[in-house]
Each structure stands twice: as structure tokens, then as C-alpha cells.
T-cell receptor, first 119, second 112 residues
Framework: EAGVTQFPSHSVIEKGQTVTLRCDPI?????LYWYRRVMGKEIKFLLH????????ESGMPNNRFLAERTGGTYSTLKVQPAELEDSGVYFC?????????????????FGPGTRLTVL | LAKTTQPISMDSYEGQEVNITCSHN???????ITWYQQFPSQGPRFIIQ???TKVTNEVASLFIPADRKSSTLSLPRVSLSDTAVYYC?????????????FGSGTQLTVLP
């Protein structure tokens, strides 16, 4: 079974340009997450989709970031316009989904990440 | 989500057993304990997850005492390829807030 895939693996853009990152989750996973690690910092949560709906976008840094998941399959994360501080590695993860109200588990599987460099 | 504390780094030699302990004093009743492994230029990889007592899979064992305020990841007979960062995460992933909170992790270096 294919894992979470991300495209591109690397992207180098200039400040002010637009970049779109793509994530393809594991087939059948309703939950999709975006995380990022900026230089020297810890991996931070950005947002969470359940199918095509945004369940939690509390981690989105500002309105220059736009995430979509049309049709509940793959997701895109657009940064427009990109700033220097947006440089880092953007990870996508997916999960099947646990049972609400039950202390069960819901494992998130991560993709390899997209390394974004803003010059 | 409960915060965790783990050593910044550890060194070991090939063939040894490695135990990485994580403290999570504020763990909540519904929280599970999850460990991830991350190699350079890769995404975090799920290793093991547990709620209490002991969990074992083909990769590692997870020991959780009765008070659940700490946990220990045990890697049997490590090899050079086990050199990676290991993250301990604590949280309830069954509710609507499913975000994982990563700390700094433990850099494990396996020496020949």
C-alpha cells in the first residue's frame, strides 16, 4: 500500500512569489494534516481536514497560507506571497480516524515532506 | 495536550539495548502515549503506541508504569540504522482536536 506522498520534494522561490505544495494521503484516510518545521524549531501543527472540511486550522500562521482539499482526496497548501520566514519543511500526514468519545487511538502517517526555501 | 520531557541526546553502541525515558506528569485520563522516529530528510515514522503497562511490536517495546507519568521506549539490539531522532508524544487522538504536539525529541546516535 502506498504511503503519504508529497510534491515537490524541494522548492526554491523568491520572496513574494507563490508556491503550492501537494499532499496525497493514504487511500481511504479521511483525516489529513499539515505540519511544518521552520529552521531550528520543532514540528508544529498547521491544520487538520476531515474529508474536505477543515476541522482545525488553529495552527495556520496567517492569511498568506491557504489549504484546500477538494473532493476529500489530495490536499494543496498555497503560500502567497511567500516570505523569508516561511522557509522550512512542510509535512503532510493522514489517518483513518478514531472513534469519537472513545479513548482509542488514531495513528498519523507522515509523508517525506517538502523543503521550501524562500530567498 | 500534555507536555513531555525527554533527553536531548543519547549515544549507544551497536547490539546494545537502548531505553529512552519520557516524562509526562500532566497526562490526562484519555491520553495515549505515542513514539515516532525520524531520520534526516524524512517525515516522522510511527513506532509504537500504548495506554498502560507494556506494549511490544516487532520494532520496540513501550513500558508505562501504573501512574502513567512517564514511559520508556526500549529498542533491542540497536544497529547503526537506528540512529535517528525519537519523539514522545502524549494526547487524546479520539476527539476533534487531533493535532500532534512534537517536542525537541531525543537524538539517538548508535556507534560502531
Amino acid at each position: 500500500e502506498a504511503g503519504v506522498t508529497q510534491f515537490p520534494s524541494h522548492s526554491v522561490i523568491e520572496k513574494g512569489q507563490t508556491v503550492t505544495l501537494r499532499c496525497d494521503p493514504i487511500s481511504g484516510h479521511d483525516n489529513l494534516y499539515w505540519y511544518r518545521r521552520v529552521m531550528g524549531k520543532e514540528i508544529k501543527f498547521l491544520l487538520h481536514f476531515v474529508k474536505e472540511s477543515k476541522q482545525d486550522e488553529s495552527g495556520m500562521p496567517n492569511n498568506r497560507f491557504l489549504a484546500e482539499r477538494t473532493g476529500g482526496t489530495y490536499s494543496t497548501l498555497k503560500v502567497q506571497p511567500a516570505e523569508l520566514e516561511d522557509s522550512g519543511v512542510y509535512f503532510c500526514a493522514s489517518s483513518q480516524g478514531g472513534l469519537a468519545g472513545v479513548p482509542s487511538t488514531d495513528t498519523q502517517y507522515f509523508g517525506p515532506g517538502t523543503r521550501l526555501t524562500v530567498l | 495536550l500534555a507536555k513531555t520531557t525527554q533527553p536531548i541526546s543519547m549515544d549507544s553502541y551497536e547490539g546494545q539495548e537502548v531505553n529512552i525515558t519520557c516524562s509526562h506528569n500532566n497526562i490526562a485520563t484519555n491520553d495515549y502515549i505515542t513514539w515516532y522516529q525520524q531520520f534526516p530528510s524524512q517525515g516522522p515514522r510511527f513506532i509504537i503506541q500504548g495506554y498502560k503497562t507494556k506494549v511490544t511490536n516487532e520494532v520496540a517495546s513501550l513500558f508505562i508504569p501504573a501512574d502513567r507519568k512517564s514511559s520508556t521506549l526500549s529498542l533491542p539490539r540497536v544497529s547503526l540504522s537506528d540512529t535517528a531522532v525519537y519523539y514522545c508524544l502524549v494526547g487524546d487522538l479520539s476527539g476533534s482536536a487531533r493535532q500532534l504536539t512534537f517536542g525537541s525529541g531525543t537524538q539517538l546516535t548508535v556507534l560502531p
